[in-house]
């Protein structure tokens, strides 16, 4: 069955700390992987996408990194600011099909105190 | 550059109650989806679309239809409106070029059904 996972469920931290949100998967046949920002209320907003080949990709303090082998991504924010407060999403899509399912995971939500 | 837009916002529904939630894409995107998302949970795919004049199902369609006469347009039709059909709605779209181009997404409907 194609899941996907993503750890820790919630996270508090402070402003201008770091973080890593986890993300595991057994999407297949795997086409690509995306992580999004979802701010409460509001539709998700792309962060990066990463296809087989790349294990690696940085959006501004956004850095994802992937890790085909082991069904693996990770998403670092660094020097975290308040409005980095939102719901990290991760996103697989299969390539079962010319369509592209997206398989959505259930998303870490973040809070950045000050 | 409006990209997805969804209407209404905001809908109460009685039980039993139909509707119709919009989507629309200026993007002349080819495929389209409908998601639902409950909180806590991850989005799940209800409808989508390869391109005008064909739909298919995805995993929670029961309850919905939906249409695809143009490009532009993807609404979502709630014939007789239950509790269970209470949550956000999420209207996305994707490019022609392929599965490893960007997913856009709409605000998102949020449905009330009392």
């Known amino acids: 069955k194609n899941q996907v996972e993503q750890s820790p469920q919630s996270l508090i931290i402070l402003e201008g700390k770091n973080c890593t949100l986890q993300?595991?998967?057994?999407?297949?046949?795997?086409?690509?992987l995306r992580w999004y920002k979802q701010d409460t209320g509001r539709g998700p907003v792309s962060l990066t996408i990463m296809t087989f080949s790349e294990n690696t990709k940085s959006n501004g303090r956004y850095t994802a990194t992937l890790d085909a082998d082991t069904k693996q991504s990770s998403l670092h924010i660094t020097a975290s600011q308040l409005s980095d407060s939102a719901s990290y999403i991760c996103v697989v899509s299969d390539r079962g099909s010319t369509l592209g399912r997206l398989y959505f995971g259930r998303g870490t939500q973040l809070t950045v105190w000050p | 550059n409006a990209g997805v837009t969804q209407t209404p916002k905001f809908r109460i529904l009685k039980i039993g109650q139909s509707m119709t939630l919009q989507c629309a894409q200026d993007m002349n995107h080819n495929y389209m989806y409908w998601y639902r998302q409950d909180p806590g949970m991850g989005l799940k795919l209800i409808y989508y679309?390869?391109?005008?004049?064909?739909?298919d199902k995805g995993e929670v369609p029961n309850g919905y239809n939906v249409s695809r006469s143009t490009t532009e347009d993807f609404p979502l039709r709630l014939e007789l409106a239950a509790p269970s059909q209470t949550s956000v709605y999420f209207c996305a779209s994707v490019g022609a070029s392929g599965q490893n181009t960007e997913a856009f997404f709409g605000q998102g409907t949020r449905l009330t059904v009392v």
């Open positions: 679309s390869v391109g005008a004049g064909i739909t």
């Open positions: 993300c595991n998967y057994t999407v297949s046949p795997f086409s690509n």
